[in-house]
């Protein structure tokens, strides 16, 4: 198997990997909740991305695992551009209407919070999904199924040390998204 053609499995392994374990939920959860979780924007789609738009376009980081992670900047639609599946319809429509409804005033603290608020969110999301990742990477090793991690194992198994490294390096990386998410919970409270 050549050099990209692994690189390029590694690529679609750990796509699907990040698919299967996008977070879905409500970081403002309350009794208030509707049953539908949206794409919100961490950025807003009307007020801003669509002052920096060119012909519905903008440019964001992309993040993709090669051998390594590499990030570049990509063209995205700015209705895709910048969201994330943190907030359901209802509060996600009355939470940010400060925000989304009326232009930013400089000094407004209310705004101010809400687009804090939002950012929080944002990053409680990623550190949900990355812990939701690293979850089900432990969980391939510990029933054996390699082959879900990089299809490159469909073939061949791993050494003893490199699932030990696996798990080691999971391991760790669980316990700081786990250790994240503690501290992002005790800032969701305080807002």
Not at 41 to 61: A, E, M, P, T, W
Not at 93 to 113: C, H, R, V
Not at 145 to 162: A, V
Not at 168 to 190: C, D, P, R, V
Request: hydrophobic residues 30%; positive net charge.
């Amino acid at each position: 198997m050549g050099e990209q053609n692994e690189s390029r499995i590694r690529k679609e392994s750990y796509n699907k990997i990040r698919n299967q374990s996008l977070w879905k939920g409500c970081f403002h959860s309350d009794s208030n909740c509707s049953s539908e979780i949206v794409k919100a924007h961490s950025i807003q789609n009307n007020r801003i991305l669509n002052r920096i738009s060119q012909d519905g376009l903008v440019l964001q980081f992309n993040v993709e695992f090669e051998d390594s992670l590499v990030s570049e900047m990509k063209k995205e639609g700015r209705k895709k551009a910048t969201t994330f599946t943190g907030f359901c319809g209802y509060h996600d429509a009355k939470l940010f209407s400060p925000i989304e409804n009326f232009d930013y005033q400089i000094g407004n603290k209310e705004q101010e919070i809400i687009f804090a608020y939002r950012a929080l969110a944002k990053e409680f999301h990623a550190k949900q999904t990355c812990l939701k990742i690293t979850q089900n990477i432990l969980n391939f090793i510990n029933d054996g199924q390699y082959e879900k991690i990089n299809r490159i194992f469909e073939n061949k198994k791993p050494t003893k040390e490199q699932i030990d490294t696996m798990y080691e390096i999971m391991s760790i990386q669980g316990q700081g998204f786990a250790t994240a998410l503690e501290k992002y919970e005790s800032y969701n409270k305080a807002f």
